[in-house]
């Protein structure tokens, strides 16, 4: 069954922009052109669709997801190697939470000093951002 990509768009609940973008970067191909040049699409290319906004929920991006798009469903390699890119993917997040947990820790540091100084002076958070006058410290 053929659709177009408007269709598509409609189906996966994606913008027609997005469907253009994965074109462009190879994640998403049309089954064939139309006669009239339009580009047509297949059931394949929403379950394609599916898998891409799903690896995207997990955190994968779109080079990530491509390169998961190469291994075959029912292949034991192909599956230990999906394996070690979700374990890859995973130690990758908790270092994201990591940093994510000291950029917080020092934002209350910032309200806090601000707080602390009752609006005299320059404000801290607004020094700190500048670069000027306060430690810096890392997030």
Known sequence: MDITIGT?????KVNLQTLRYYERCGLL?????????????NEESLRLLKFIRHAQAYGFSL????????LKLLSPADCRQA????????????KKIESMERMAKSLK?????????????SCPILSRLYGGGHENEKA
Do not use: N
């Open 109 to 121: 540091r910032m309200a806090e000093e601000c707080r602390r100084q009752g609006g005299r002076g």
């Open 83 to 94: 394996r070690r890119k979700v374990e890859a993917k995973v130690v990758q997040i908790g």
């Open 63 to 70: 080079k990530e997801i491509q390169s998961l798009l190469r």
């Open 29 to 41: 191909a049309p089954a064939r052109r139309a006669v009239s040049g339009y580009r047509l699409y």
């Open 8 to 12: 598509l768009a409609k189906r996966a």
